[in-house]
């Protein structure tokens, strides 16, 4: 809906860095995530022996670097698509950058999976999701200022951050009583 709206009124450029920054995003974002894959192998190892502590110390490094990735990458989306932003195109823009800031989350969160492997990767996905959909609303309805808006966004990812937390303890305690 956002590209359609955005075609009537003429914003191609804006068109073509989503386009373009969504072609781009799925080598980006792996390049991006393999310090994430090193800090979670150890996890995986913890995790299979028993060791809760340094399974939760893992996941808690893994995740943190996630979400502040996830977060760097919000911000990064909202500058760009800031700049061609006007109070006319308010709306389709921010339709836009929802689209282009999590479409490509979206795309490789589908890629792992129905199963429980792929639930931590839908589980973040929508915490991005919910952190953007709150930032346009309060940016449409709160008009509020950058850093307001950062404090949302950031809080939305705390929120996440603590809650794979806690799915990673509840998975933790099932690990050890496996063993």
């Given at each position: 809906?956002?590209?359609?709206?955005?075609?009537?009124?003429?914003?191609?450029?804006?068109?073509?860095?989503?386009?373009?920054?969504?072609?781009?995003?799925?080598?980006?974002?792996?390049?991006a995530?393999?310090?994430?894959?090193?800090?979670?192998?150890?996890?995986?190892?913890?995790?299979?022996?028993?060791?809760?502590?340094?399974?939760?110390i893992?996941?808690?490094?893994?995740?943190?670097y996630?979400?502040?990735?996830?977060?760097?990458?919000?911000?990064?989306?909202?500058?760009?698509?800031?700049?061609?932003?006007?109070?006319?195109?308010?709306?389709?823009?921010?339709?836009?950058?929802?689209?282009?800031g999590?479409?490509?989350?979206?795309?490789?969160?589908?890629k792992?999976?129905?199963?429980?492997?792929?639930?931590?990767?839908?589980?973040?996905?929508?915490?991005?999701?919910?952190?953007?959909?709150?930032?346009?609303?309060?940016?449409?309805?709160?008009n509020?200022?950058?850093?307001?808006?950062?404090?949302?966004?950031?809080?939305?990812?705390?929120?996440a951050?603590?809650?794979?937390?806690?799915?990673?303890g509840?998975?933790?305690?099932?690990?050890?009583?496996?063993?």
């Amino acid at each position: 809906m956002a590209i359609v709206w955005l075609c009537i009124i003429g914003e191609w450029s804006a068109i073509g860095v989503g386009v373009g920054i969504g072609l781009g995003a799925n080598f980006l974002l792996a390049f991006a995530l393999l310090p994430q894959s090193l800090i979670a192998a150890p996890a995986i190892w913890f995790g299979s022996r028993g060791i809760r502590v340094g399974f939760m110390i893992c996941v808690g490094l893994s995740a943190a670097y996630l979400y502040a990735l996830m977060t760097v990458w919000a911000c990064a989306i909202f500058y760009v698509f800031g700049q061609y932003m006007t109070v006319s195109d308010e709306i389709p823009m921010l339709l836009w950058v929802y689209a282009v800031g999590t479409g490509p989350w979206s795309v490789a969160a589908s890629k792992e999976g129905p199963g429980e492997e792929g639930l931590p990767s839908r589980i973040s996905t929508f915490f991005l999701q919910a952190a953007f959909a709150i930032t346009i609303a309060m940016v449409l309805f709160a008009n509020a200022g950058p850093s307001a808006l950062l404090g949302i966004f950031i809080g939305v990812m705390v929120v996440a951050y603590l809650f794979h937390l806690l799915f990673a303890g509840v998975i933790a305690r099932g690990a050890v009583a496996d063993v």
